[in-house]
């Protein structure tokens, strides 16, 4: 009995080996979706919040410090950074089920990429390579811009918090600037840099493996009409060569009932996606906006000295990679869903002899002109275009606070 599609362990698939990435980091911080129980609900209601009781120490800064510019504008780095954690973290915890089921039929129902040739292969290995070194790029900027707040005492020489905040006591006192100290320490690195990249990696890393699906239903259904199709349903579902006498009439309906069962699953899995991950990318659309102003507000600033710089720039490269991220994963998958369509026109369908058959192709094609598409809020939709919109609002913004200061 042949391998039954979806055996290929995930490491080595091109496009399911990205998920091991978010996978080790998520599970650190007991949020990934495929591991839960009692007790890791309680750690993540625990995690949520000591995010919680930070923002709100940041938030008070804020309040305190209303005539002072540059004081909200530093303060604002960290608060918006810690408010994605929040809401990030809610995200993975409330729809832990649903992203459970979906990582399930990625291991065990997503087409391997091996299945349309070497050269869709490739391709899709290329795409994945690209994706793991631009996370790796954000990973390392998100760590540099955490390390120079966590080593501020130790540039400045007296006790002063990570986080610019305030409490209803005296901090700085022992031991509770030491206490407050490393909770600010384990709350940036643990929650806030590995639990947004985690979510924002699982969040790619499907997006990953539904475009790389949708490559590969455009490669195999271009096969209708052609003797090709018989290799392709041996693949599928390791059958021996058919001894039919209307072998590829036969080997057609197989390839077509296919490839409508995978669309299907594809159309189901992108408004699942939609729905978890919509509220989260509204705020990283918020959270953009006010990064990339804040920092190009700080690094103006006449009186920055250089640590200050290097660390504003890589939040600044940070936030720019991700916000480039969400927005062309979420293209590609539209453009790729869109392009599916096309791909069953361009296949040689006028080939097929069974009628029904082509009924069946016109069928598909109606059927798949529905849009896909990731959105933020439900409003604005991931794409490139939204990308420009959120630099020139960035932009705008920015103008606004250097004319105000």
Not at 52 to 70: L, P, Y
Not at 180 to 196: E, K, P
Not at 249 to 268: G, Y
Not at 317 to 330: K, P, S
């Amino acid at each position: 009995m042949g391998k039954k599609l979806g055996d290929v362990f995930p490491l080595k698939d091109p496009a399911k080996r990205v998920l091991f990435i978010p996978k080790l980091m998520l599970e650190a911080v007991n949020f990934w979706p495929e591991k839960r129980n009692r007790c890791t609900k309680i750690t993540n209601w625990i995690f949520i919040m000591t995010c919680v009781i930070v923002e709100c120490g940041q938030i008070a800064f804020v309040i305190e410090n209303m005539s002072d510019f540059t004081k909200i504008a530093s303060a604002l780095t960290t608060i918006s950074t810690t408010f994605q954690s929040i809401v990030k973290l809610t995200v993975l915890y409330f729809n832990s089920d649903t992203l459970s089921s979906i990582l399930s039929q990625i291991w065990r129902k997503f087409w391997p990429a091996n299945i349309a040739g070497a050269k869709t292969e490739n391709q899709i290995r290329t795409f994945n390579m690209i994706f793991i070194c631009t996370d790796v790029a954000m990973f390392v900027s998100g760590f540099l811009f955490a390390f120079g707040f966590l080593s501020l005492p130790l540039r400045v020489g007296s006790r002063v918090l990570p986080f610019e905040s305030v409490y209803p006591f005296d901090w700085s006192k022992s031991p509770f600037y030491e206490v407050i100290y490393v909770v600010q320490w384990m709350t940036n690195i643990a929650l806030i840099l590995v639990g947004i990249c985690g979510h924002d990696y699982l969040f790619m890393g499907i997006c990953n493996n539904v475009i790389s699906q949708y490559i590969l239903l455009k490669e195999v259904i271009k096969n209708l009409g052609k003797l090709e199709a018989e290799t392709i349903n041996r693949k599928f579902l390791g059958l021996s060569a058919s001894s039919s006498k209307n072998k590829i009439a036969d080997e057609d309906t197989k390839l077509l009932q296919s490839c409508i069962d995978q669309h299907a699953m594809l159309t189901h899995v992108c408004k699942q996606v939609e729905n978890i991950f919509n509220i989260s990318s509204g705020i990283q659309l918020v959270a953009s906006v006010t990064a990339l102003c804040m920092a190009a507000f700080i690094v103006t600033l006449g009186e920055t000295d250089f640590t200050i710089l290097t660390t504003v720039g890589v939040y600044l490269l940070g936030h720019l990679l991700q916000l480039f991220l969400f927005c062309i994963l979420g293209n590609e998958v539209t453009y790729h869903a869109n392009d599916f369509p096309v791909s069953v026109f361009s296949s040689e369908w006028y080939n097929v002899e069974k009628l029904n058959i082509k009924k069946d192709i016109q069928f598909v094609i109606a059927r798949a002109q529905r849009q896909v598409k990731f959105s933020a809020l439900g409003i604005m939709p991931l794409d490139m275009q939204t990308f420009i919109s959120v630099l020139r609002l960035s932009f705008s913004f920015y103008t606004m606070l250097s004319t105000m200061a």
